[in-house]
């Protein structure tokens, strides 16, 4: 394994063997009104994600090596931007929050609360948040 794999990751896999984060999919359109639903009940936070994007890829590593939220506490979403962007633009249309990747909203009460991107998604700051 080169170092850049090692730094980096060598593939799209959204889930790392060390990943704390019990994500959900985000591959529907239709799932955006079930989380406006479920964060009246539950924060609900999704991860955009580039699988392109080194810069990604590190925040998503570093965020899921951070995590420490129990998993009855919030609800996660992981949206792979390739695969999606008709999702990430109806979020940012929604919500009211420009898009960018990496990006983490946190959704409570059917609104944003927190929003971040890139080095400021901080696995820490989303707990104080929740």
């Known amino acids: 394994m080169s170092f850049f794999d090692k730094m980096f990751g060598n593939n799209d896999s ?11 999919d985000l591959t529907e ?7 406006v639903k479920e964060s009246a009940t539950m924060p609900v936070l999704i991860f955009k994600h580039s699988t392109r ?9 570093s ?15 992981f ?7 008709d999702i990430s633009n109806e979020i940012a249309v929604r919500f009211g929050v420009i898009h960018q990747s990496p990006q983490i909203l946190l959704i409570k009460n059917g609104e944003v609360v927190f929003h971040a991107s890139h080095n400021d998604i901080d696995a820490a700051l989303v ?4």
Do not use: P
Not at 63 to 77: G, L, P, Q, T
Not at 127 to 130: D, F, G, Q, R, T
């Open 53 to 61: 994007c080194s810069i990604s890829r590190m925040a998503l590593k």
């Open 127 to 130: 707990k104080e948040k929740v």
């Open 79 to 85: 949206l792979d931007l390739l695969a999606h962007r």
């Open 63 to 77: 965020f899921e090596r951070e995590y420490s939220i129990e998993e009855n506490d919030v609800k996660a979403y």
């Open 29 to 35: 359109l239709q799932q955006l009104d079930g989380i």
């Open 14 to 24: 959204k889930v790392t063997s060390s990943s704390r984060v019990k994500w959900n």
